[in-house]
């Protein structure tokens, strides 16, 4: 049993299809009853296992015996993620193609629920890598979008979603 696999799937169900799991309307499911379903494909599966791979990386939240995930949605939630409004900008990390697009139209979240924005310009740099090996990184002027009523709110320490940012908000970083 592979840790990727398990969290692959995990991902899979609790960002984009639940299948059969009882999903809250802030994506919750019960720990042991998405134990139970990672059994039909990993019969060794544990809670334990399950909650380890909860805590690396942070893209997932145990809490009182629930789990979700934190980010990545396509399925409708109502996440209550608390909305920031001290930081200034983020980044996005993208191809040059499709760079070239968000500069033209803005930056939308496609099939996600929401657009996601990294802390710092290397993160979106590792982020865009994911895509291509020259990557280009765009920044976000998070305070002239908040003036034009564009809320973010804070997944993690380095993960920022956004239900769309204009254009007028979004420049290429220079390059390293």
């Not at 973010?152 to 390059?175: G, M, Q, V, W």
């Amino acid at each position: 049993m592979e840790k990727i696999d398990v969290s692959k799937q995990m991902s899979y169900w609790l960002r984009h299809e639940p299948e059969d799991l009882e999903m809250d309307c802030q994506g919750f499911v019960a720990v042991e009853e998405l134990v139970e379903k990672l059994r039909e494909r990993f019969p060794d599966i544990d809670r334990g296992f399950v909650e380890d791979l909860a805590s690396e990386g942070k893209r997932y939240e145990v809490e009182e015996g629930k789990i979700r995930a934190v980010y990545g949605h396509t399925v409708d939630l109502d996440l209550d993620l608390p909305e920031d409004k001290k930081v200034k900008e983020l980044f996005y990390g993208t191809t040059s193609k499709t760079a070239y697009s968000i500069l033209m139209k803005g930056l939308e979240p496609k099939e996600r629920n929401m657009v996601h924005l990294s802390a710092t310009e290397d993160n979106a740099r590792k982020v865009g890598m994911r895509r291509t090996e020259d990557p280009t990184v765009l920044k976000v002027d998070v305070e002239g979008a908040r003036e034009d009523g564009i809320r973010f709110f804070k997944a993690t320490e380095n993960i920022y979603l956004s239900r769309e940012i204009p254009k007028e908000h979004i420049e290429k970083c220079d390059d390293l």
